[in-house]
């Protein structure tokens, strides 16, 4: 038995080589096969075959690689913001309980209109003090007419002179102060004067022109020296107020161009100039960026925007092969 299966042993050994010959070139032409099947699937995703009526309805335009000056920008965020002295708070000098108010946020009111009533007894003691020194003003002047005639004539005292006189100026001093206390309160003397009556009441008044941003008035409130009761924002003088961050600080320089857009708005079609960077930054680590709009606009305070910062340019290859417009 031996003998005979060592007489069929180089066949066998033929037979098994043959087949794993078979098996490996099966397996490279497999592999050859998706080799090639990927590289052609790949050139047909690299070409787009357009028909001349597809071309001409996609409105495409071919263009050559060209160089471009590229804007250096930096994203900002920040909001409409007044100038300073477009800007009012208005309160109650010596204070008072609140006799009228009807003005509501949003409203217009001009420089010197009435916003509001006070009541208070000190506004009676202020007026009946300037009226008694007003009478005793005009005594004093004549008496001190009469004693400066007799004192060059040398016929009264050196000392009773100079009491009068002393006591002429105090008085002017005197009703100075009161005018400026009734000015600060609200009380007119010229009227106070005029029909000599005295009120209780004294009114607070619009120092400038302007929408009412709050109003913390009701009747019968007391409002104290200290009491915030109006807050006023005029619409004359606005300008843009952005946050950058402290490592855009070097990048950013007055004079350059701002792009901004409103919240609800896509473009930034709105334009500025920088006119003032901020030197020191706030708590939140931001610098603050102000900047002139080059055009009016209709914009109110506190309205929030978009912008970015033109900081330079830098020339770059550009590839427009092919643009395509919808």
Request: net charge positive; hydrophobic share 35%; with cysteine.
């Amino acid at each position: 038995m031996n003998s005979s299966f060592k007489k069929y042993i180089p066949f066998l050994l033929i037979v098994v080589i043959t087949v794993l010959s078979c098996k490996d070139q099966k397996e490279t032409a497999t592999e050859q096969a998706v080799t090639e099947n990927k590289t052609d699937t790949a050139s047909q995703v690299k070409q787009i075959t357009f028909t001349p009526d597809q071309y001409k309805l996609s409105d495409i335009q071919t263009g050559t690689i060209e160089l471009r000056n590229l804007s250096n920008i930096i994203k900002l965020t920040g909001a409409i913001e007044a100038e300073p002295n477009s800007v009012a708070t208005v309160s109650a000098p010596l204070g008072g309980y609140i006799k009228s108010a009807g003005l509501l946020p949003g409203q217009f009111v001009k420089k010197g209109q009435q916003l509001a009533t006070l009541e208070n007894p000190e506004f009676i003691s202020i007026q009946q003090e300037y009226l008694e020194s007003i009478g005793r003003l005009e005594y004093l002047s004549q008496e001190y007419k009469r004693q400066q005639d007799l004192r060059n004539e040398d016929i009264n005292a050196a000392k009773t002179y100079q009491q009068v006189s002393s006591d002429f100026k105090v008085m002017k001093a005197r009703i100075s102060g009161l005018e400026q206390q009734m000015a600060l309160i609200g009380i007119s003397t010229a009227s106070l004067k005029r029909s000599n009556k005295i009120s209780r009441t004294a009114g607070i008044y619009a120092p400038i022109s302007g929408y009412i941003k709050n109003s913390n008035t009701n009747i019968g409130k007391y409002a104290s020296p200290t009491d915030i009761l109006f807050e006023i924002t005029g619409t004359n003088d606005l300008h843009l107020a952005l946050n950058a961050f402290e490592k855009d600080l070097g990048k950013i320089q007055v004079g350059q161009t701002v792009r901004f857009s409103l919240s609800n708005e896509n473009d930034y079609k709105h334009t500025g100039k920088v006119f003032l960077v901020g030197q020191a930054a706030d708590d939140k680590k931001m610098i603050p960026v102000h900047c002139h709009f080059t055009k009016d606009v209709k914009l109110l305070p506190g309205m929030y925007v978009k912008a970015w910062v033109e900081t330079g340019t830098d020339e770059k290859m550009q590839c427009r092969m092919m643009h395509l417009y919808s």
